[in-house]
Antibody, heavy 124, light 111 residues
Framework: QVQLQESGPGLVNPSQTLSLTCSVS??????????WTWIRQFPGKGLEWLGY???????WYRPSLRGRLAMSIDTSNNQFSLKLSSVTAADTAMYYC????????????????WGQGTMVTVSS | QSALTQPASVSGSPGQSITISCTGT?????????VSWYQQYPGKVPKVIIY???QRPSGVSNRFSASKSGNTASLTISGLQAEDEADYYC???????????FGGGTKLTVL
């Protein structure tokens, strides 16, 4: 079955760029039935959708993060990535990659498969 | 501050039924049939248990059901079991201004 695995540094300095990659196995990232998603969970437990990217490269981001957030997709290596710039302590969270079901090529309906998450701490 | 409002905690005894509410607005829950619910055990990954307001994924117990009225969605768990003790989050699409928003989560305690 499909599995997602996040990778990246667990500690990032304030004002630097947080870079994470999600490797997908068991399914082709070229499958047009899904959007590839990043979601984070703060230490206080709240969940926050960050954005998602389609195999074509089209992406949608959380409006409050536009300007700091960029996603990319590498179909040849079956992985997608996130870059969040100018990070502060408020960006400290567990970062999950997830698969979003794109029903009939019209609407995203749920996040059905999640990676195990990677904890990122922003601190000097 | 979460865009969707959930009670911080609910509790029930084994065998009972409980309902968790999720209140939004007419631009998110009230506009789209895209409410989903996620179950998360401590230290574990969220798992979808309801999508498109009331649909249950294959493999999810039929003890989980959901409904929606106006700007409020609800998750009901019947025949409570100890294994249901977890955090539950609602989520919905809110249009291109906010995209996807989650509730603050509800901790379910089985007494």
């Amino acid at each position: 079955q499909v599995q997602l695995q996040e990778s990246g540094p667990g500690l990032v300095n304030p004002s630097q760029t947080l870079s994470l990659t999600c490797s997908v196995s068991g399914d082709s990232i070229n499958d047009g039935s899904y959007w590839w998603t990043w979601i984070r969970q703060f230490p206080g437990k709240g969940l926050e959708w960050l954005g998602y990217i389609y195999y074509s490269g089209s992406a949608w981001y959380r409006p409050s993060l536009r300007g700091r957030l960029a996603m990319s997709i590498d179909t040849s290596n079956n992985q997608f990535s996130l870059k969040l710039s100018s990070v502060t302590a408020a960006d400290t969270a567990m970062y999950y990659c997830a698969r979003a079901i794109y029903k009939n090529g019209v609407v995203v309906i749920s996040f059905d498969v999640w990676g195990q998450g990677t904890m990122v701490t922003v601190s000097s | 501050q979460s865009a969707l409002t959930q009670p911080a905690s609910v509790s029930g005894s084994p065998g009972q039924s409980i309902t968790i509410s999720c209140t939004g607005t007419n631009i998110d829950i009230g506009r789209y049939n895209l409410v989903s619910w996620y179950q998360q055990y401590p230290g574990k990954v969220p798992k979808v248990i309801i999508y498109e307001d009331v649909q249950r994924p294959s493999g999810v117990s039929n003890r989980f059901s959901a409904s929606k009225s106006g700007n409020t969605a609800s998750l009901t768990i019947s025949g409570l079991q100890a294994e249901d003790e977890a955090d539950y989050y609602c989520c919905t699409y809110g249009g291109s201004a906010i995209f996807w928003v989650f509730g603050g989560g509800t901790k379910l305690t089985v007494l």
